[in-house]
């Protein structure tokens, strides 16, 4: 239940900007609304790959402290996503669909996806697992958002990055509690 709750929070940038897309382009077609979801779940799954071996050159360094590291780490994710929701206007972000632009948007959205990879290698995580997952949900969320932009306009766009934000935050305190034996 938890490594859903971190993929769909993980998600929730993607799912702004697919709001936005839809709301954009109102005239989108199936392609495109595939291909942002495609984009989208692939990086959200290769970057916490890629931070989960990035993590395991220095996991024997820090085990003792390790969920300190991760509560530390999750509540500045969520923080700086509860700040970007109130900051940021996702359609001025979309130029375009071109290829390039997605990219650039499925990069930017999945930086903290990366550092959730680090993360897992602290934690007994089968990380194949976890990455499918945080792909397939991302993709599914981003698929449907398209088409809640496209009919609901741009009025969740900061929603979702706001919750997404609350969930990493007391996913951080819930794995301190945890490694602090409280709870």
Known sequence: MELVLIAIALAMDSVAVSI???SKYKKINLFDVFKIAFLFGLFQGLMPLIGYFTGNLFTSFVDAIDHYI???ILVILGLLMIKESRACNFEDEIKDLKNKTLLILALATSIDAYVIGITFS???INIIYAVSL???ITFVLCFISVYIGKFL???LE???EYLGGIILIILGFKILLEGTNII
Do not use: L, M, R
């Open 158 to 160: 900061d929603k979702a």
């Open 153 to 155: 306009g741009g009025f």
């Open 70 to 72: 991760t509560f530390v």
């Open 134 to 136: 945080i792909s397939i």
């Open 20 to 22: 936005a897309a839809g």
């Open 122 to 124: 602290f934690q007994e």
